[in-house]
């Protein structure tokens, strides 16, 4: 069985930290809103440190600016616009659980399955790859309006639970994930591998986790088994 630290992603070179100009991240932005996307201001890199005033904060560039996130979270361009004229450099983080779901997986597994879904389908919904080379899948929320019909599932990941699913988490209700072009302290920036569009269904969950789930098999069985040490 493939052991949780060889599912470990490799971490990638950073890339320019200076990222794309003000035009260009309007527009990510408001193209992901346009898909649908429910997205809110986070803090960003700002010297050696993160933008919140926050003493030695727990995840810096890499949580909400407000601790109302879940309401804030808006798809309203005027919100945007707002936003981005108080803070030009800050990131955004998605809120799922709401219109979209995450699946967020390590790079080698995301890598295989997007050739499989691929193979199923053409469209496999939004992907996007951040740092340390992981891949984003985001797909229809399984949270319904009703509470009642709404199921939890152990892959659940919370913004404070992150470290505790190295390899397969699934951000649903309460949780969040930062959004193209958010930079992450080393400099690398999040961006997308197939970028949401406009009017285009999000996939199913349970289909995109499918596939994940057989890549992720079929990898375990390619593993050679480790030779057995013998006395002699």
Known sequence: MRTVSRLLPRRRSAPDSAGPGPEERARLLAAAQAAGLLIAPAAHPLGYGC???????????AHPVSFGWQTQASDDPAHLERWLAADPEANFVAATGITHDVLDV???IGRAALTRIAADAPEAGPVAITEPDRYQFFTASRAAIDEDEWWPCELDCHPETVDEHPGLRW???????????SRHMSGAAVSWFRAPVAG????????VLAAIAEVWEELDASEE???ELTAG
Do not use: I, K
Not at 171 to 181: A, D, E, Q
């Open 171 to 181: 951000h649903c209700r309460g949780s969040y994930v930062l959004l193209p072009p």
């Open 51 to 61: 933008s919140c005033d926050r003493v030695g904060c727990p995840t810096p560039a």
């Open 225 to 227: 088994p480790e030779e």
């Open 200 to 207: 285009a269904a999000p996939p199913d969950p349970v289909r």
């Open 106 to 108: 390590p790079g080698p």
